[in-house]
């Protein structure tokens, strides 16, 4: 690979979420590649439930290699180029990673295409749905797993040794429609009843602030089975990945992933996963390395952002997912057998190291075949240019609401009323 080559990367680099973590998982692929890199923050705002992580590599001003990896998905790009300087991406190699959990990716984000050379994605799911409307090239590069022995133990968490633990995790901002807790609530009754003294359910879920219906309808589903938890708190990495270790099975009834980290984090973990056999988990998980569950498809309309009638998504089988709950409750050295199976494909197709030479290869393309043809960087930065002309047209458009110049524009067309002329100030449309 040429040795002044090299990926500026910027995303949510110290944030704990799922994209935080994936952002972060790439570094580490690019860093084993030997790949030269640069970090670069573009300090979005969140809430302050969203909890930070530390990095050990400090983050740079500047981006001085040839290619840009932003990876921050439509739903914040407009807040990017409203408050990052442009020169950042002019001369610039732009490649976007994007996640999706629908089959159709929205029309609303076609105009993002044109600041970018090509789109990255975790998924052949997601590649499918974006390459749809995509008029540049869509390239899977999958979330690379590596995970540090977990440090706390069941007692941390309040957790009895003699429990069957059972934990499911979803964030509020992600849609508990989407991520289906209900459903893992069917499933587990139907496997255990009500108030069961050996198996458990634990649902760790984010802060619930902003979506009091959502947790309220959470609390009444449970409010008579006293063998269900909710577990409403911010953990940093190594607390959060600690209570996946801490549980004897994880259970995923989502209707859509555009990934699934949690699952593979969870089979990494080397414990046994159930889960809808629909979406991008499946590229990772199948019937010999966990529990995959059988679904119907449902309609998504107007259950997740951007979705419309033409959207569907999976809703998964409870009675079948209840079996498989029942299987591993019963048949513990069976179920060890497939845990370690999981471990061992995420081990092997999602390294660090094999992602990361993965990306190697698509860099050293680009290097070869791109990097000195100009015309690749035109139509972005002339989408640059004309974003740059609506934002200054947008701070006209808002002066012109200020008192006194609402006061000038009204004299101005008063004289020009009387005069018969028509005067306009160069800011004027």
Request: hydrophobic share 40%; aromatic share 14%; with cysteine.
């Amino acid at each position: 690979m040429n040795k002044n080559i090299g990926i500026n990367i910027s995303g949510y680099i110290n944030k704990v979420f799922g994209l935080g973590v994936a952002v972060r998982a790439n570094i580490e692929a690019i860093r084993q590649a030997n790949i030269p890199y640069s970090i670069n923050d573009f300090n979005l705002q969140f809430s302050d439930n969203v909890k930070e992580t530390h990095l050990e590599e400090s983050f740079s001003l500047e981006n001085p290699y040839p290619i840009n990896l932003v990876q921050i998905n439509i739903d914040r790009l407009d807040e990017v180029f409203k408050n990052i300087d442009h020169n950042y991406f002019k001369g610039k190699y732009n490649i976007a990673f994007w996640a999706w959990e629908l089959e159709n990716f929205p029309d609303a984000a076609k105009p993002y295409f044109n600041f970018f050379q090509e789109i990255w994605v975790p998924s052949n799911f997601c590649a499918e749905a974006i390459s749809k409307i995509s008029p540049i090239p869509v390239l899977k590069f999958m979330h690379p797993i590596s995970l540090a022995k977990p440090s706390y133990i069941r007692s941390e968490f309040n957790i009895s040794e003699d429990k069957f633990v059972i934990l499911t995790m979803f964030d509020y901002y992600s849609s508990i429609y989407r991520k289906n807790p209900l459903a893992t609530i069917d499933a587990y009754e139907k496997a255990f009843g009500k108030n069961h003294t050996e198996a458990i359910l634990i649902i760790k879920t984010s802060k619930s602030t902003d979506f009091p219906m959502e947790k309220q309808m959470l609390i009444d589903r449970i409010a008579d089975n006293k063998s269900i938890t909710i577990l409403e708190e911010i953990l940093d990495e190594d607390r959060l990945y600690s209570l996946i270790n801490c549980c004897n099975c994880f259970i995923s009834l989502h209707r859509s992933e555009g990934f699934g980290l949690t699952m593979a984090e969870a089979m990494y973990l080397e414990k046994p996963v159930i889960a809808t056999a629909y979406s991008a988990n499946t590229e990772f998980m199948n019937i010999n390395n966990s529990f995959p569950v059988k679904y119907s498809m449902v309609s998504a309309e107007n259950q997740y952002y951007y979705s419309t009638e033409k959207d569907y998504w999976a809703d998964a089988d409870t009675d079948h997912a209840a079996q498989h709950l029942t299987f591993i409750y019963q048949n513990p050295d069976e179920t060890k057998k497939i845990a370690l199976k999981g471990k061992k494909h995420i081990e092997l197709y999602l390294s660090p190291k094999t992602i990361g030479e993965k990306i190697k290869d698509r860099i050293s393309y680009i290097d070869e075949t791109f990097l000195n043809k100009g015309e690749n960087k035109i139509s972005s930065e002339i989408t640059l240019l004309e974003f740059e002309k609506k934002q200054l047209q947008e701070k006209i458009n808002r002066l012109k609401n200020y008192f006194p110049i609402r006061m000038k524009l009204a004299f101005k067309n008063l004289q020009n009323k009387i005069t018969g002329k028509d005067r306009k100030y160069f800011w004027e449309d």
